[in-house]
């Protein structure tokens, strides 16, 4: 008895584009985790220190003190959310590799925009933004007193209208991750319905069956 027309376990092996397609997809499942867990600390941080925190300690502490302990709270968050940047461009470099033709929509061209001005506004606040004002504290210049006090103050709303800017981000690119995961094509959908069907038996007819 011949054995054509049976399975083997050969068959049943993925082949060589379906296991290039699964490290591909798990590419881009460990890229989203890891910059959607980035942007959420970069924004969760942010609200935690912007809006619990430091209403708080500016009411609570004298000055210069609340100045100061807010300053060196912010620097060094700073760092933290500059690493968190980071992160982000980097999944979305591994993403935008993984996905092929995939991360060619709208959506994740938006995710990918979101992810450059996430890491603009960190790096802004971070490097442009926090030590001024830190510097300007420690000179003893107080909010809305005298000049220096007017430019602390213009410095002060330059740093929250970024920072709410990158909660943003922040917040919707958590969203955009998790939207564009595993998204599929109409196409994908045509090509799986037309994929051939496995021979022997329970499979395509053989040619004796055809006549």
Do not use: Q
């Not at 959607?36 to 809006?51: D, M, N, T």
């Not at 500059?82 to 709208?106: D, K, N, Q």
């Not at 004002?133 to 220096?148: D, K, L, P, S, Y």
């Not at 709410?164 to 109409?186: Q, Y």
Request: net charge neutral.
């Amino acid at each position: 008895m011949s054995g054509e027309g049976r399975f083997s376990e050969s068959d049943l092996a993925p082949s060589a584009d379906e296991r290039r397609a699964e490290r591909r997809a798990l590419v881009e499942r460990i890229g989203a985790a890891l910059a959607s867990v980035a942007a959420g600390i970069s924004a969760g941080g942010l609200l935690a220190l912007g809006v619990c925190a430091a209403p708080f300690v500016f009411r609570l502490t004298p000055a210069p003190f609340s100045g100061d302990a807010m300053g060196s709270a912010f620097a060094r968050f700073d760092s933290i959310a500059i690493g968190c940047a980071v992160v982000v461009l980097g999944g979305e470099v591994a993403r935008t590799w993984a996905a092929g033709r995939r991360g060619r929509t709208t959506a994740a061209r938006v995710r990918r925009i979101f992810g450059i001005l996430l890491a603009m506004s960190a790096s802004y606040i971070g490097l442009a933004l926090t030590p001024p004002i830190n510097e300007m504290h420690r000179a003893g210049v107080r909010r809305g007193h005298g000049a220096e006090g007017a430019v602390l103050e213009t410095i002060h709303a330059r740093a929250e209208l970024v920072g709410k800017a990158e909660v943003f981000f922040g917040l919707s690119l958590v969203a955009l991750h998790v939207f564009t995961l595993g998204a599929r094509r109409p196409d994908d959908d045509d090509e799986d319905a037309l994929a051939p069907l496995p021979p022997g038996p329970f499979g395509a007819p053989s040619s004796a069956d055809d006549a």
